[in-house]
Nanobody, 123 residues
Framework: QVQLVESGGGLVQAGGSARLSCAAS????????MGWFRQAPGKEREFVGA????????YYADSVKGRFTISRDNAKNTVYLQMNSLKPEDTAVYSC????????????????WGQGTQVTVSS
């Protein structure tokens, strides 16, 4: 079955950077828009950003705009989330998700999910 596997999480100091990767398998990667979501303890899952199938367009939540960048490499079936100027409020489990054809901003619009990777930003 389809697999999405995130990596790159960990403990980061405030103001620092981290890069998450999401490797996809068993799907035609270039047919899927990819999204990143996060969920902090006690909070609902929230949209972070998304990228269209060919990487030409990206979309971001206001809370991360200007600090986070999404990119993808369709030859490697991988999507990335570059996070700069991290803040303690960015602490969450970050998950990637795949949606056939179209970009979405809501979790229930996505077809497949990774297991998530923890990012903890210390102050």
């Amino acid at each position: 079955q389809v697999q999405l596997v995130e990596s790159g999480g960990g403990l980061v100091q405030a103001g620092g950077s981290a890069r998450l990767s999401c490797a996809a398998s068993r799907l035609t990667f270039s047919s899927y828009a990819m999204g990143w979501f996060r969920q902090a303890p006690g909070k609902e899952r929230e949209f972070v950003g998304a990228i269209n199938r060919i990487g030409a367009n990206t979309y971001y939540a206001d809370s991360v705009k200007g600090r986070f960048t999404i990119s993808r490499d369709n030859a490697k079936n991988t999507v990335y989330l570059q996070m700069n100027s991290l803040k303690p409020e960015d602490t969450a489990v970050y998950s990637c998700a795949a949606r056939l054809w179209l970009v979405g901003t809501k979790p229930n619009e996505y077809d497949y999910w990774g297991q998530g990777t923890q990012v903890t930003v210390s102050s």
